[in-house]
């Protein structure tokens, strides 16, 4: 990528191709939860998260390799890389105990509250500013989750309800890295070394916890498992979140992560018809009003002209 590539706005509009990416990682990200429930049986959560990042570190280093990325060179990012690969592992250590006590559905809204996390920060830390309409949005944001949380429903108990929590918390913690790769030195760090950072601490993080969990595998996972597994490994963390980082630094923070709002769309629907969760009215209610929120947060802005789009090259493996 060229230097005139790196020093373009991040705050511009999204480009077609880069919508289209994000379509293509919402509907990725929509099912991956899914893809951890239907592991489950094989493979504990802990272990699941650790085979998924060491799965992770070899298509990483690969995409690296093809692509000329120095993963090695000083570039000042080496403080910045830890604590994201810190938060990274902590993120998904709350987010697959989240997933053993909760149903999908509710997991994949209220994940992907990181967007309300990502625009306050934005607001806080890079100094993106919000309009009125945005911060409605993210109120309506809240007032679902709040009400998917406090409303009591039948097919929810004390249980389910701490899964919820734990999965906000990683929401929470998604929305940290996001922050930490616009606002550090990692901005300027290729997607791939971004990721790799974020990977490579994460395993001795996930395994450690497995450890401390007492998680074992009982029997030698089945083959819908394995390959759900190579589906986490593979292509969400080996590619779908290295062209997220891409994105992210070439793209407005905030822009960007509201735009996640289709995600719990396709995941309800997708776990409604693959896990047959039950969708009540409460539920159905809260999650219209996160999606509803996150679309008022990323609501379009009059068009600007742009430069020629660089995610052409960021995306090339």
């Known amino acids: 990528m060229s230097s005139n590539q790196l020093n373009l706005p991040a705050g511009r509009p999204l480009s077609p191709s880069a919508v289209a990416l994000m379509l293509m990682l919402c509907l990725s990200w929509g099912f991956n939860q899914i893809a951890v429930k239907l592991a489950l049986p094989d493979i504990p959560p802990m272990l699941q998260a650790t085979f998924r ?6 298509v990483l280093l690969l995409i690296a390799w093809l ?13 910045a890389g830890l604590f994201a690969g810190a938060v990274f592992g902590i993120e998904f250590m709350l987010i697959y105990s989240g997933l053993l006590l909760t149903s999908a559905s509710r997991a994949v809204v209220f994940l992907y509250t990181a967007p309300f996390f990502v625009a306050l920060g934005s607001y806080q830390f890079l100094g993106e500013r919000l309009t009125a309409s945005q911060w409605g949005g993210l109120a309506l944001s809240f007032a679902g989750v709040a009400l ?4 009591p429903q039948a097919d929810v108990d004390a249980r389910v309800l701490l899964g919820d929590i734990l999965i906000v918390c990683g929401g929470a913690l998604w929305a940290a890295t996001t922050i930490v790769a616009k606002a550090t030195a990692l901005r ?26 007492g998680e074992t595998l009982v029997r030698v996972p089945g083959p819908l498992a394995l390959s759900l597994l190579a589906y986490q490994a593979v292509w969400v963390v080996g590619l779908t979140f290295t062209i997220w980082f891409g994105l992210v630094r070439a793209y407005s923070a905030s822009k960007l992560s ?18 047959h969760d039950a969708l009540t009215l409460a539920f159905g209610a809260a999650a219209l009003l996160v999606i509803a929120g996150l679309f008022l947060v990323n609501r379009p802005r009059p068009l600007t002209p742009v430069p020629a789009d660089p995610l052409l090259n960021v995306t090339k493996t």
């Not at 998917?148 to 409303?151: D, M, Q």
């Open 53 to 58: 990042s060491a799965g992770a570190l070899p």
């Open 67 to 79: 692509r000329g990325v120095k993963l090695f060179e000083r570039d000042g990012t080496l403080g």
């Open 148 to 151: 998917a949380i406090g409303v």
């Open 188 to 213: 300027t760090a290729p997607p791939e070394k971004v990721m790799v950072y974020q990977v490579t601490l994460s395993i001795p993080i996930l395994a450690l916890a497995a450890w401390m969990s």
């Open 258 to 275: 509201a735009f996640t709002f289709i995600t719990p769309l396709f995941g309800v629907v997708a776990s409604y018809f693959i896990m």
